[in-house]
T-cell receptor, first 114, second 113 residues
Framework: KAGVTQTPRYLIKTRGQQVTLSCSPI?????VSWYQQTPGQGLQFLFEYFSETQRNKGNFPGRFSGRQFSNSRSEMNVSTLELGDSALYLC?????????????FGSGTQLSVL | QQQVKQSPQSLIVQKGGISIINCAYENTAFDYFPWYQQFPGKGPALLIAIRPDVSEKKEGRFTISFNKSAKQFSLHIMDSQPGDSATYFCAATGETSGSRLTFGEGTQLTVNP
């Protein structure tokens, strides 16, 4: 069974640009969540989508948005990029939503904002 | 109240030794406590998890000890191996939090041969 696939693997953008990251969950998984990982702030929850609906949102500005498609694939978008948005963005999938569900993480997209 | 505090930040252990990583939480709504292992260039992978209705859970060389009254839990890695060298994260979530995990700061474990 294929794991969680994130594309692209690396991305370099400049301040003010926008970026879209993609995540394909494990087949059969309907929940997709996104996390930001930085050396200073660690792993922080961005949002979760389940059956195309946002179920939960972390404490990030509105520049961070996401969506989920009917095939459970998800995208996240960051508009008006700032230097501080440089991070590893991780996608995780699970069969269902709810505490206790086993999350499977992808290898992430490393975003560098110059 | 949402934080999970993890210590130590880094840990060096000799091969065959015991690695111990500690975490503490405040939010009493948390009822699921997983540990994740992350290697460079990879995403975190679930190692072992526990619910507060048990005080200990063991899977192979990995054991979680849980103290509900103290709101603390710890990961013990017995017979540590160089291949265990990685970053370990504790996390917590509650039934109403969906897939929202609150992570500790991480522990960089190095096991010397």
């Amino acid at each position: 069974k294929a794991g969680v696939t994130q594309t692209p693997r690396y991305l370099i953008k400049t301040r003010g640009q926008q970026v879209t990251l993609s995540c394909s969950p494990i087949s059969g998984h309907r929940s997709v969540s996104w996390y930001q990982q930085t050396p200073g702030q660690g792993l922080q929850f961005l949002f979760e989508y389940f059956s195309e609906t946002q179920r939960n949102k972390g404490n990030f500005p509105g520049r961070f948005s996401g969506r989920q498609f009917s095939n459970s694939r998800s995208e996240m978008n960051v508009s008006t990029l700032e230097l501080g948005d440089s991070a590893l963005y991780l996608c995780a999938s699970s069969r269902r939503t709810g505490g206790g569900e086993k999350l499977f993480f992808g290898s992430g997209t490393q975003l560098s904002v110059l | 109240q949402q934080q999970v505090k993890q210590s130590p930040q880094s840990l060096i252990v000799q091969k065959g030794g015991i690695s111990i990583i500690n975490c503490a939480y405040e939010n009493t709504a948390f009822d699921y406590f997983p540990w994740y292992q992350q290697f460079p260039g990879k995403g975190p992978a679930l190692l072992i998890a526990i619910r507060p209705d048990v005080s200990e859970k063991k899977e192979g060389r990995f054991t979680i000890s849980f103290n509900k009254s103290a709101k603390q839990f710890s990961l013990h890695i017995m017979d540590s191996q160089p291949g265990d060298s990685a970053t370990y994260f504790c996390a917590a979530t509650g039934e109403t939090s969906g897939s929202r995990l609150t992570f500790g700061e991480g522990t960089q474990l190095t096991v010397n041969p």
